[in-house]
């Protein structure tokens, strides 16, 4: 079993930054890739950025690219997403979450199905 859990969601002005953390237990942390999802009022679950376990190649959705960098602590079993200019838009429920493990080395997995536990997801607000 897995446990994630988010931090660092809040209100923000559009423009601004936020960081989130997602802390994971239970679990050898550096053997998954990780990924950041999000999810609007009304929308599907979206995916925002992934790593993987091993050379910390990055993947980002196209809406979010040049603005999220996505990083990992494998002490600390930590997982990041650093947001910056920030938009309404952005606006969402962000969730963490952990891929199946020992995939392959630089593997950065996009589709919610490729992820086997998630975090209970932290807001984050954008106002205009």
């Known amino acids: 079993q897995v446990q994630l859990v988010e931090s660092g969601g809040g209100l923000v002005q559009a423009g601004g930054s936020l960081r989130l953390s997602c802390a994971a237990s239970?679990?050898?942390?550096?053997?998954?890739?990780m990924g950041w999802f999000r999810q609007a009022p009304g929308e599907e679950r979206e995916f925002v950025a992934a790593?993987?376990?091993?050379?910390?190649?990055?993947a980002y959705a196209d809406s979010v690219k040049g603005r999220f960098t996505i990083s990992r602590d494998n002490a600390k079993n930590t997982v990041y997403l650093q947001m910056n200019s920030l938009k309404p838009e952005d606006t969402a429920v962000y969730y963490c979450?952990?891929?199946?493990?020992?995939?392959?080395?630089?593997?950065?997995?996009?589709?919610?199905?490729?992820?086997?536990?998630w975090g209970q997801g932290t807001q984050v607000t954008v106002s205009s």
């Open positions: 239970g679990r050898t942390f550096s053997s998954s890739p």
């Open positions: 790593i993987s376990r091993g050379d910390g190649r990055t």
């Open positions: 979450a952990a891929g199946r493990r020992y995939t392959t080395y630089n593997y950065t997995p996009r589709a919610s199905d490729e992820y086997d536990y």
